[in-house]
């Protein structure tokens, strides 16, 4: 599974830079352009590092990385933002950003240090399982779980699917699910029923009943929801 990224960024032409960068060197990437929003997504864990710019709408950077940290005491987290004075970078390393980089970076630069934080994580080793409820649950290592007192074995796409639902918390779009999941780039002439072909399949993993589900639930004309409980 590729590492992923949670950007929160409110400028949006810093943002898609920012996203193609790390895309291209081989990261998933989730964005918020709103504080509070950037906090709540990442409270919902998961990620490799999370990418903070100090001025927000709705709630400041420094804010969002102080609340984090007390969900999350082992969360990469590097400060992006235009306040490089000493005192700014004083302070936004004493509420607990692992790094901090001033604008205008290096983007080759910023790249090296995310890597190096990722790494330094361990990463791949705190990588855990994905709990659907006390009855499912799932090992994105090894690709195993269990549902329902059942082993199952999973794929990598299924798993993928799965955890990147899971982060959402909302309904996600097959053409969302098409780019974010399968990585193409443009989904206007690709089957849209692939994406129910494996939500098919995983319904008859993790539900008890899989025509009535509780986990992995339709909403029409909006995509595909996973909850958890």
């Given amino acids: 599974m590729k590492p992923t990224l949670l950007i929160v960024e409110d400028e949006p032409a810093i943002l898609r830079g920012l996203t193609d960068l790390f895309v291209f060197h081989g990261y998933d990437v989730d964005s918020e352009m709103d504080g509070a929003q950037g906090l709540?997504?990442?409270q919902q864990g998961g990620y490799a590092c999370i990418l903070l710019d100090v001025m927000l709408p709705s709630m400041n950077g420094f804010a969002v990385c102080e609340a984090l940290r007390y969900t999350s005491p082992t969360q990469p987290i590097m400060m992006l933002t235009a306040k490089s004075t000493e005192q700014d970078i004083i302070n936004g390393l004493s509420l607990g950003a692992d790094d901090y980089v001033a604008k205008p970076f290096s983007t080759s630069e910023l790249v090296l240090?995310?890597?190096a934080l990722v790494r330094r994580s361990g990463w791949h080793q705190q990588e855990s399982e994905?709990?659907?409820?006390?009855?499912?649950?799932v090992n994105p290592q090894t690709l195993t779980g269990t549902s329902y007192q059942q082993a199952v074995?999973?794929?990598?796409?299924e798993v993928n699917l799965l955890s990147y639902l899971l982060r959402q918390n909302k309904p996600v779009s097959r053409d969302e699910l098409l780019h974010q999941v399968w990585g193409y780039k443009t989904v206007?002439?690709?089957?849209?029923?692939?994406?129910d072909i494996h939500i098919a399949k995983l319904r008859k993993k993790i539900e008890q009943d899989p025509k009535s589900p509780r986990h992995l639930i339709t909403h029409r004309g909006e995509g595909y929801q996973l909850y958890t409980w």
Avoid at 130 to 137: E, M, P, Q, R
């Fill in 130 to 137: 994905l709990v659907l409820s006390k009855d499912v649950c």
């Fill in 113 to 115: 240090r995310v890597n």
């Fill in 188 to 195: 206007g002439d690709i089957d849209t029923r692939t994406v």
């Fill in 153 to 157: 074995k999973y794929t990598r796409r």
């Fill in 40 to 42: 709540k997504r990442a």
